[in-house]
């Protein structure tokens, strides 16, 4: 019977720059970068479909809104965080938001 905001530290690196940071960080290859990009796209779409289905929510899913949480001795994506959650509104099957 009420809404409730829970806030916590999240632990990651923005969307925004991750890219350009794995980059300029010298550790990983451009075809490991380039598996990270698209494991996060991936993981952006089904973040998208989960909230949608499930809470019936939509926004624009663009990998620069996300945290992304790496094993960076691997540089395996454990988690990729939806944020920036003043734009979502009511999903609407006939006209989803954009997913990058």
Not at 12 to 22: C, D, I, Q, T
Not at 39 to 47: F, L, S, V
Not at 67 to 76: K, L, M, W
């Amino acid at each position: 019977d009420g809404s409730y905001l829970l806030m916590g530290k999240i632990e990651g690196l923005s969307g925004r720059n991750f890219e350009k940071s794995m980059k300029k960080s010298g550790k990983y290859t451009a075809d490991q970068i380039g598996v990270m990009m698209k494991t996060i796209a991936q993981k952006n779409k089904e973040i998208a479909e989960l909230f949608r289905k499930t809470l019936k929510i939509d926004k624009q899913w663009h990998i620069k809104d996300t945290i992304i949480e790496i094993d960076e001795a691997t540089g395996e994506v454990k988690n990729v965080i939806p944020i920036d959650w003043e734009r979502a509104g009511g999903y609407n099957p006939d006209s989803p938001q954009e997913i990058d």
